[in-house]
């Protein structure tokens, strides 16, 4: 399996868990629901940036640097974050709604850019030798860390 693999996978059942939410947000009847929802999209999310951080980002540094894309996702992981973070500050439900849908955007417009610009700049650079020891990598820090 090559790291772009299994991130993929992983992508696939957050477009399932983003389904879920933009479902069943507009039946949420209290902030609390809408805060628990979003400490678990927190929660996955953050072992999921951690590793394309460590396992893509770190290794393509200088090729994304070239590329001008180097900020970018990065910057966009710190963003996801700061977006779900807002949601915990919200003080009534319809302002918690808001804007845990628009992490929810947010966050599916990243999934995006990965799919079409980060994982195929990634099979392209690295080596399968790499790819394939990046994904055991992967598998290591899932058993440590599991989602
Ligand atoms: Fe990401
Ligand atoms: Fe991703």
Not at 103 to 127: C, N, Q, T
Request: aromatic content about 6%.
């Amino acid at each position: 399996m090559k790291i772009t693999e299994a991130l993929i996978a992983e992508h696939v059942v957050f477009h399932n868990l983003f389904d879920y939410i933009e479902r069943t947000l507009p039946r949420m009847k209290t902030l609390g629901e809408v805060k628990l929802m979003a400490g678990l999209l927190e929660s996955a999310l953050a072992a999921h940036a951690k590793a394309e951080d460590e396992l893509i980002l770190a290794p393509l540094e200088h090729c994304l640097a070239q590329m001008g894309h180097q900020e970018k996702f990065h910057h966009e992981h710190e963003e996801i974050d700061r977006n779900l973070n807002l949601v915990h500050a919200a003080r009534d439900l319809a302002k918690a709604r808001t804007l845990l849908r628009n992490a929810v955007d947010f966050s599916r417009r990243h999934f995006d850019s990965e799919e079409r610009i980060l994982f195929p700049i990634a099979e392209e650079m690295l080596k399968p030798d790499t790819l394939t020891a990046l994904a055991s990598s992967w598998k290591k820090q899932r058993e440590v860390d599991p989602l």
